[in-house]
């Protein structure tokens, strides 16, 4: 009985541990280092990169600005003729 305990667990994952690589392998799952992120390491690497967020996160800034004014306009419209 006893051997029965141990050796049903070991044959299971000898049945089902072996060809794992065959068996469960999808093509092309990690990205290729070509197109995965590369961290800046050199001093001038970083400040482009910190320049180039701050270009992006003020572009973003200003494009949310100016929809904020036209929802507001379009508010401020919409009440004008609700009150005529």
């Known amino acids: 009985q006893f ?3 141990v050796m049903f667990p070991i044959g299971v994952m000898y049945y089902f541990g072996t060809n794992l ?3 469960f392998s999808v093509p092309d799952f990690w ?3 070509e197109n995965a992120n590369k961290l800046p390491l050199e001093r001038d690497e970083i400040q482009a990169e910190l320049e180039r ?3 992006r996160r003020l572009y973003l800034r200003e494009q949310r600005l100016a929809a904020e004014a ?3 306009a379009l508010n401020q419209s919409q009440g004008q003729q ?3």
């Open 31 to 33: 990205p290729k280092s």
């Open 53 to 55: 967020l701050r270009v």
């Open 82 to 84: 609700q009150d005529e």
């Open 21 to 23: 690589d065959q068996r």
């Open 3 to 5: 051997g029965m305990y």
């Open 70 to 72: 036209r929802a507001a």
